[in-house]
């Protein structure tokens, strides 16, 4: 079992920064993919930002020079850096560990982009 908890969201105006934190514990040996997903209100889930085991990463056109994913193995952490963020960036975000082909997911930190 991984367990997994985000944290930095927040309230942001329109064009600031946050960034976004996501521990793990338990048993994480084979990690595979780490990713960040959101989802607002009346939309699906959607992918924002991945990286795999060999430090590959890959973004959703949306956020693609504005976004960062970054780990730390050190600390069991994924990191999400998002800066100029838009209103249209409000959801809630996930982040998504891939253990052995299982995917384990945090409970979600809330981001509101408004001025």
């Known amino acids: 079992q991984v367990q997994l908890v985000e944290s930095g969201g927040g309230l942001v105006q329109p064009g600031g920064s946050l960034t976004l934190s996501c521990a793990a514990s338990?048993?994480?040996?084979?990690?595979?993919?780490m990713g960040w997903y959101r989802q607002a209100p009346g939309e699906e889930r959607e992918l924002v930002a991945a990286?795999?085991?060999?430090?590959?990463?890959n973004y959703a056109d949306s956020v693609k020079g504005r976004f960062t994913i970054s780990r730390d193995s050190a600390k069991n952490t994924v990191y999400l850096q998002m800066k100029s963020l838009k209103p249209e960036d409000t959801a809630v975000y996930y982040c998504m560990w891939n253990v052995y082909g299982l995917n384990y997911w945090g409970k979600g930190t809330l981001v509101t982009v408004s001025s």
């Open positions: 990286i795999n085991s060999g430090g590959t990463t």
């Open positions: 338990g048993s994480i040996v084979g990690i595979r993919a």
